[in-house]
Nanobody, 125 residues
Framework: QVQLVESGGGLVQPGASLRLSCAASGGTFGDNDMGWFRQAPGKERDFVAAISWSGRRIMIEDSVKGRFTISRDNAKNTVYLQMNSLKPEDTAVYYC??????????????????WGQGTQVTVSS
């Protein structure tokens, strides 16, 4: 059984940085693309970033492009989301997910078969 555990969230001021980590267990981590999504209160779960199994292909949502980066370390079974220049509108629960199929685009939540429990990121002064 695949398990994904996020960490690194917290309360920060605008302009600060955070690095989220997602540790995977079960399955073969290096076989799958991975993604990050976020969900703000009262809103749908939105795509943030995705990375291919090799790390060579990356997709970043436009509103965070230039501020967020995604990376992975297959030797550590971990995917990261580096978030810089955080804004109040980045406040959300952040989820990592394993992409289980390649039918639609990497930004489609339906592509992902396993999800972590989420980590809260709050950006406030």
């Amino acid at each position: 059984q695949v398990q994904l555990v996020e960490s690194g969230g917290g309360l920060v001021q605008p302009g600060a940085s955070l690095r989220l980590s997602c540790a995977a267990s079960g399955g073969t981590f290096g076989d799958n693309d991975m993604g990050w999504f976020r969900q703000a209160p009262g809103k749908e779960r939105d795509f943030v970033a995705a990375i291919s199994w090799s790390g060579r292909r990356i997709m970043i949502e436009d509103s965070v492009k230039g501020r967020f980066t995604i990376s992975r370390d297959n030797a550590k079974n971990t995917v990261y989301l580096q978030m810089n220049s955080l804004k109040p509108e980045d406040t959300a629960v952040y989820y990592c997910a394993r992409r289980g199929r390649r039918i639609a685009t990497a930004s489609d939540p339906a592509e992902y078969d396993y999800w972590g429990q989420g980590t809260q990121v709050t950006v406030s002064s």
